[in-house]
């Protein structure tokens, strides 16, 4: 009587899925892996273990489900777990969100791939990651730049007087004259 069933959005339903995947983490159900990758709890628990460097859960979750398809979750800005972990510098988790097969070359709302978001911030170990796993270099963001362009922008506009913005941009174009040779 004036709390109609689309409000409460099935909080039941919310309760099994989280109770599943806790269950199948523990080792005390063995359901079977369709049954988790349907379910929405997933996705968005790898973005957070993501975003929060929580590498030994992350593991957990890649030992037990690595080379299985899985739809990824994202953010308000259409960040994904591989395009955070880029952004924040997190080489060790984006080691496990390459294990789990994520879309390398996803982009977020600005049109910017993990690839992208790794040569701007001039992590070149990330780049060099991303390429070898097979990151397209040609994609651009909205404002029609390449993952070279930013890394160019970001070395002239950085203060630092180390080798690093040098590596990540020699990278990037030694990579465009022989991909074989990274």
């Known amino acids: 009587s004036g709390v ?8 039941e339903k919310k309760v099994k899925e ?10 005390k159900r063995n359901t079977s892996i369709s ?6 709890t997933l996705p968005k628990t790898i973005y957070n273990y993501t975003r929060d460097n929580k590498l030994s859960e992350l593991q957990e979750i890649v030992n037990q489900y690595q080379g299985h398809p899985l739809k990824e979750y994202t ?3 259409g960040n994904t777990a591989i395009i955070v972990a880029a952004i924040k510098n997190y080489g060790l988790i984006m080691d496990e ?11 977020n709302r600005y049109g910017r791939s993990a690839l992208l978001c790794a040569a701007e911030k001039q992590y070149s170990h ?14 651009k ?14 070395s002239n506009n950085s203060n630092k007087s180390n080798d690093t913005e ?13 991909p074989t040779s990274i």
Not at 4 to 11: D, E, I, T
Not at 35 to 40: E, L, T
Not at 97 to 107: D, E, R, S
Request: charge should be neutral.
């Open 166 to 178: 040098n590596d990540c941009l020699e990278i990037l174009q030694q990579y465009v004259k022989d």
């Open 75 to 77: 953010d308000n800005a």
């Open 126 to 139: 990330l780049v060099l990651k991303l390429l070898q796993a097979n990151a397209d270099i040609h994609i």
């Open 18 to 27: 989280k109770n599943e995947i806790v269950s199948v983490m523990e080792g």
């Open 141 to 154: 963001d909205k404002y029609g730049y390449d993952a070279i362009k930013l890394a160019t922008i970001s």
């Open 4 to 11: 109609s069933g689309s409000v409460l959005k099935n909080p």
């Open 97 to 107: 969100c390459l294990k789990l097969k994520m879309n390398i070359n996803a982009t």
């Open 35 to 40: 049954n988790i990758y349907s379910s929405k």
